[in-house]
């Protein structure tokens, strides 16, 4: 089957909450949409996450090894139009029409960056103007990321819930690594140079400055850099039409990136696995009946369900 969309998950050590991210999503989504690959970095609870490979058996597991090199060579073997990206602690609550999302790439091809489903109205507000227009009777918005009056607003690129065109993405990807060949060499994600350079004081710097992102963080934010940095090189545009995603922020498993999370000892890693392994499960009806209203949330939002 010819899927469009080639969806990119990325998880660590979180079993319950990515079995909840594609138990929401292929809820509210048709599974036949998506190629999903989840990207998975092997560190706890083996045991549990193949418990959920199992479940989920169409999907493709790459076991990390070397995050950059793994991800690259991911990328470079996707054929699809789109790409949605994924992280493990984002739960999906609604659902747009995958055709309207189609049309708006293929209707305003110069004009559309991604289509998020994250934003909507409510979230996107203040001094940043939101176009409507109507496509199939559909209403849709969109605002101009590159004048962006908030950091919601002037942050394009994200690992969460948008949509974007392949080739968009590879085109950014591409952008930030260093295309010297005897550069390459030298500096190769798996060499003992780089390998040393991880416990220096400037090692941040140096990866950056030879286009090597060390984390699902890394690669979101300085992809996102670029483009705020060469904008002119992309469409001005970010679509939307309802929120239909939100992470749910109760515990942090990647601290190469300042973040904030709203979490207790109920809800650490090793509890949640606990949880697991006796049969509970998020509950994905409790979370779209109760719709949180901004981009992320917080443990009240985050209930377990025991299953059969």
């Keep these: 089957m010819n899927r469009p969309v080639s969806n990119i998950v990325f998880t660590t050590n979180r079993p319950l909450q990515l079995e909840g991210y594609l138990e929401s999503l292929f809820k509210h989504f048709p599974e036949e949409l998506f190629q999903t690959y989840i990207l998975y970095k092997p560190q706890l609870f083996d ?20 995050f950059h090199s793994d991800f690259l060579k991911l990328l470079s073997q996707i054929d699809t139009q789109y790409i949605l990206f994924g992280i493990d602690d984002v739960v999906y609550l609604d659902t747009v029409d995958f055709d309207i999302i189609d049309a708006c790439f293929n209707q305003f091809p110069g004009d559309i960056f991604g289509f998020s489903l994250r934003h909507s109205r409510e979230i ?3 001094s940043d103007y939101i176009y409507e227009f ?51 060499k030298i500096f190769s994600p798996g060499g003992l140079l780089l390998k040393g350079l991880r416990r220096t004081r400037f090692a941040r710097k140096i990866f950056k400055s030879f286009g090597y992102f060390f984390s699902p963080n890394t690669l979101e934010s300085w992809s996102c850099r670029w483009c705020q940095n060469d904008s002119q090189r992309l469409p001005k545009f970010l679509y939307f039409q309802k929120l239909c995603a939100s992470a749910i922020q109760v515990n942090m498993v ?5 973040n904030t999370f709203d979490g207790n000892d109920e809800q650490t890693v090793e509890a949640l696995n606990n949880k697991y392994k006796q049969g ?3 509950d994905i009806d409790f979370f779209a009946g109760n719709k949180p209203t901004g981009l992320s949330c917080g443990r009240e939002y985050f209930k377990l369900t025991k299953v059969k």
């Design 47 to 66: 045991t549990e996450y193949e418990e959920c490979f199992r479940k989920y058996s169409n999907c493709i597991v790459i076991r990390e090894n070397d």
């Design 124 to 126: 996107v507000k203040g």
């Design 134 to 184: 109507f496509l199939s009777k559909q209403a849709i918005y969109k605002f101009n990321w590159k004048d962006g009056k908030t950091d919601l607003t002037s942050y394009p690129f994200e690992l969460c819930a948008t949509i974007y065109r392949t080739e968009t993405v590879k085109k950014i990807i591409s952008s930030l690594m260093n295309h010297n060949l005897i550069i390459r």
């Design 254 to 258: 990647n601290t190469s990136t300042i």
């Design 280 to 282: 509970y499960r998020l």
